[in-house]
C-alpha cells in the first residue's frame, strides 16, 4: 500500500523547531479514529505543500479531545458516543458526511513507526472554532460571538 509522504516529517526536515506551535486554521475534520482502551484519538487529513500531498496526522489528548468534541456537530457527537458505549473496548474510525472546521495548534509529536511506514503527528494544543463558526454545537447549535 502506498501512502502519502508524512507532512510533520516534512515539516521537520525544513527545520521547525520541536517547540514550534502551529496553527492550522481552518482545519477540516472528516473523520475521527478512537482507541478506547490506549486513550489514543487522531484524525488525519491530507495537506497540499509546494504542489505536493501530505498526510497529515493530529493527535488528541484528553483536554484537547475535549475541545475538539465540543466543535463537533450534535448528531456526530452522539453517534461517537453510541459507538463507544456499544463498543467500549474496540478501536473505531467515524467518517463524516461533511468537513467540520476548527482551529487547530499543534507541536510535533512523538515519530511513530509502524511495519508500513515512519510518521510524525502534531500534538494538539487545542482546538477551537473558527471566527464566525458555532463555539459548541453540543449546547445549541448557535454562533457564540463572546
Not at 8 to 24: N, T
Not at 103 to 111: H, K, L, T
Request: charged content about 25%; some cysteine.
Amino acid at each position: 500500500m502506498d501512502f502519502a509522504p508524512d507532512y510533520g516529517l516534512k515539516l521537520k526536515s525544513l527545520g521547525h523547531p520541536d517547540d514550534h506551535e502551529f496553527v492550522l486554521m481552518p482545519f477540516q475534520m472528516m473523520s475521527l479514529s478512537i482507541d478506547p482502551v490506549d486513550g489514543l484519538f487522531t484524525t488525519t487529513a491530507n495537506t497540499n505543500l509546494d504542489g505536493e500531498e501530505y498526510a497529515l496526522t493530529l493527535e488528541f489528548g484528553p483536554e484537547s479531545f475535549q475541545q475538539m468534541f465540543r466543535l463537533l456537530p450534535f448528531q456526530f457527537a452522539v453517534r461517537t458516543l453510541e459507538i463507544l458505549a456499544d463498543n467500549p473496548k474496540r478501536p473505531f474510525c467515524l467518517e463524516f458526511p461533511f468537513p467540520v472546521p476548527m482551529m487547530i495548534r499543534a507541536r510535533f509529536g512523538e515519530v511513530q513507526t509502524n511495519e508500513d511506514e515512519s510518521y510524525l503527528p502534531l500534538q494538539v494544543i487545542s482546538a477551537d472554532a473558527c471566527p464566525g463558526e458555532p463555539k459548541n454545537w453540543l449546547t445549541y447549535g448557535e454562533v457564540d460571538d463572546s
